[in-house]
């Protein structure tokens, strides 16, 4: 008879081997697709190669002298010759990342700084009382506007008064 240990133990021996198993399937699929990007990796390098080669072979006959057909008297310009290269400094690796990152991670960290700052807790409390602040300002003006209005609405509806009438 089987028992529940044995049987836990075939369940359990079962899943290693699946787990196994997909394992080794992953790495064999893995394993092709680095075999296929390297494949290609070198196919684009040959083709490259090729590229140079054809450039530094049109570049060398180019530069080859070609024979002028007599001696000229003077020459104006120095037209259709090829000057010499000159020797280009080398760039350093850090030179050109501090160039391409530098400017917009400055860009960046000064807006981290701007929010974080923006959100801090002092800044939300002054601009919490700006605003009550300027709510009440607002509310009083308001207030003041109505009152004159008022004013203004009553001496409208007065009767005008002649300063004769009152005399007699």
Same mark, same amino acid.
Request: charged share 35%; hydrophobic share 45%; glycine share 6%.
């Given at each position: ?9 075939? /369940?359990?021996?079962?899943? *290693? ?8 399937v992953q790495g064999g699929r893995a394993r092709a697709a680095?075999? %296929? #990007?390297?494949?290609?990796? $070198?196919? #684009? ?19 080859? !002298?070609?024979?002028? *057909?007599?001696p000229a008297a003077y020459v104006i310009t120095d037209a259709?010759?090829? !000057? !010499?290269? @000159?020797? =280009?400094?080398?760039?350093?690796d850090r030179v050109v990342l501090n160039a391409a990152l530098? @400017?917009? /991670?400055?860009?960046?960290? %000064? /807006? ?19 605003? $009550?602040? @300027?709510? &009440? =300002?607002? $509310? &009083? ?10 004013? @203004?609405? $009553? ?5 005008? #008064? ?7």
């Open positions: 008879m089987d028992s529940p240990l044995t049987l836990g133990l075939a /369940l359990a021996l079962g899943a *290693a081997l699946l787990v196994v198993v997909a394992l080794v680095t075999r %296929a #990007e390297i494949a290609a990796a $070198r196919a #684009e390098s040959a083709l490259l190669r090729e590229r140079v080669e054809d450039l530094a072979a049109r570049v060398e006959r180019r530069d080859a !002298p070609v024979a002028a *057909a007599g259709g010759t090829v !000057p !010499p290269l @000159e020797p =280009r400094p080398m760039v350093s530098g @400017e917009p /991670l400055v860009r960046a960290v %000064a /807006l981290g700084h701007g929010v974080r700052r923006a959100l801090s807790a002092e800044s939300r409390n002054r601009i919490r009382f700006e605003m $009550r602040r @300027e709510a &009440k =300002r607002a $509310r &009083k003006q308001r207030r003041r506007e109505m009152r004159d209005a008022y004013r @203004e609405a $009553r001496l409208a509806r007065r009767p005008t #008064e002649d300063p004769g009438a009152r005399a007699a």
